[in-house]
């Protein structure tokens, strides 16, 4: 059972790092000494804020968190031996967030996300409780941390996605196994799984191998025969006490696979009241109300894909085997010896221990959540429709939730690229920019005209666009060595006074190389190694193969 939450520990010197299960103990018995009540007006503010959070819808599970916040400074303040009251707290909090300061930077057992945390939420609840305007982080050598997200790369993406994907079949091979005649049958149970791996099922009992009075040979008889009718009686027992296990390990599975389903929160999740379900088809799937009386207006209260229903309703009916009782009214009835709070979510450790076994990551209820957004995302290629179907901001869609994905963004590229430049591949040296040739005007007498099949006739085309790489200078270098060799071939007839149309060409690409390199000192040096590489016989390879044929028949 949870144990209440209370202050009082607060006033007594000591008392707020004491076990919080054994202090009230400890205080009875005077271990602690009389409380200050020096302290008593600072802690019933203390006591006001948090009680008034709640009462205005505030979270449980935030109160909890603000309260371990509180026990942290009161821990510190009684081993520094100060005394908060009203009057100091200010400059108590500012020391104490020296304190976290110097754990962070010189001791290094903090981080500087953990100290921002810390105060942070402290400096929120005395901000209310002395009612500052200009809150009391301000005033600290406490910095706000960003939060980064790293690059993803292309093989952490696929990653994700393939352990998502075995976490995903681990939950559905564990909820196929755990049947309603599994779990009161005989044990073990044996959970099979796609990946084949397999894991034994005692239900809270020790595996019989492992029974050292089942397998010593020592063991009397009579001591072995009591154990095995002890264990009889256990597997015959189909009650909650001794099933728990088994139906646990059922819940968080299909509380898990619900999550991923319906992308609701866990603190919501877990909290939902069973009932009977009515079904309305919705794009691909079902928004799913609840039936009050017979009466099928209720509001909406998820929404689920088709594929889904199925699954859903063979849970629901084998809740309504297990728990005849009704599991407490809960839809996901989590029970423990403890018997831990309603509100509080649960930590889903069966879940855990099993992905460890099987070793695969346990992806939990954020990261499910974040591959459901993801995949609508890239499904819909819609931030306002994805963030309305996941009860988000576009904002908040965009900051928190979607990952990149390489595929979608190589896509998106190539189609802005297609869009805003059209270049299409070229015969000759370059791209071109659109398939219509078309003569440039001061085309020299003689120049080849461009029909989109010759690459000489495309130097002299008004689409054809160069490229700005040292590649495309090369390209050009090997391009006009080529024609030299073809001009070096040509036995021009006598009384023939009409030049050859490749000194024209050569000269086009003398011309582009000369402004290609007076333009910057980088592509100066383009140029230049293009050059280079042309005199060692380094070829460009779209022109090497024309250009060794050339050579061959010379």
Not at 135 to 144: E, M, S, Y
Not at 479 to 489: D, G, I, N, T, V
Request: charged share 25%; glycine share 6%; aromatic share 8%.
């Amino acid at each position: 059972m949870e144990t209440p939450w209370d202050l009082r520990p607060l006033l007594y010197r000591g008392g707020a790092s004491t076990d919080i299960r054994k202090v009230l103990q400890v205080i009875a018995g005077g271990a602690l000494g009389p409380p200050i009540l020096d302290r008593l007006t600072l802690v019933t503010k203390l006591h006001d804020v948090l009680a008034g959070n709640l009462a205005a819808g505030g979270s449980r599970y935030t109160a909890r968190i603000a309260i371990a916040h509180i026990r942290s400074f009161y821990a510190w303040v009684d081993e520094s031996n100060r005394s908060p009251t009203l009057a100091t707290v200010e400059t108590d909090f500012l020391e104490w967030t020296n304190h976290l300061t110097h754990r962070q930077r010189v001791v290094g057992d903090l981080t500087a996300v953990g100290v921002y945390n810390l105060s942070r939420h402290l400096a929120r609840l005395l901000d209310e409780v002395l009612g500052l305007k200009i809150g009391l982080l301000r005033r600290t050598r406490v910095d706000f941390v960003p939060s980064r997200k790293r690059v993803l790369s292309t093989k952490a993406d696929k990653q994700n996605s393939a352990d998502t994907l075995a976490f995903g079949h681990a939950l559905l091979d564990i909820s196929d196994a755990l049947t309603v005649d599994s779990i009161r049958g005989k044990l073990p149970v044996l959970i099979r799984f796609r990946s084949g791996k397999q894991i034994e099922e005692w239900s809270g009992l020790q595996p019989d191998h492992k029974l050292k009075a089942l397998v010593a040979p020592t063991t009397p008889p009579s001591l072995k025969e009591k154990v095995i009718n002890r264990r009889t009686k256990w597997e015959s027992d189909t009650s909650l006490r001794t099933k728990r296990p088994l139906i646990n390990l059922r819940i968080e599975a299909e509380l898990l696979i619900f999550i991923a389903q319906t992308g609701m929160n866990l603190s919501q999740a877990h909290k939902l009241d069973i009932g009977r379900f009515s079904y309305q088809s919705h794009l691909d799937g079902y928004l799913v109300r609840r039936v009050y009386k017979d009466r099928r207006q209720g509001e909406v209260e998820f929404e689920i894909y088709s594929e889904y229903r199925t699954l859903f309703e063979r849970y629901l009916a084998w809740h309504r085997a297990i728990f005849q009782d009704g599991g407490n009214g809960l839809l996901f009835p989590l029970s423990s010896r403890q018997q831990r709070a309603r509100d509080v979510s649960p930590p889903l450790r069966a879940i855990r221990v099993r992905c460890a076994l099987l070793k695969i990551p346990f992806v939990g209820p954020r990261s499910l959540r974040s591959a459901r957004v993801n995949w609508l995302m890239r499904r819909s290629r819609d931030p306002a429709l994805t963030a309305e179907m996941n009860q988000h901001t576009t904002q908040t869609l965009l900051r928190d939730y979607i990952r990149p994905h390489h595929q979608a963004a190589i896509v998106e590229i190539s189609r802005f690229h297609s869009t805003t430049d059209p270049a299409i591949a070229s015969p000759g040296p370059g791209v071109c920019a659109e398939g219509r040739p078309q003569l440039i005007p001061d085309a020299s007498a003689g120049a080849p005209r461009p029909d989109c099949i010759s690459p000489a006739g495309c130097l002299f085309c008004i689409h054809q666009r160069d490229i700005d790489s040292e590649d495309h200078a090369w390209s050009l270098a090997s391009y006009r060595h080529y024609k030299s060799l073809e001009l070096a071939m040509y036995r021009p007839p006598r009384k023939s006074g009409v030049p050859h149309p490749v000194i024209a060409v050569l000269d086009r690409i003398t011309d582009k190389l000369e402004c290609f390199k007076a333009s910057s000192e980088n592509r100066s040096l383009w140029v230049s190694e293009a050059i280079a590489r042309v005199e060692e016989g380094e070829f460009h390879p779209k022109w090497d193969g024309f250009i060794q044929l050339v050579e061959a028949r010379q």
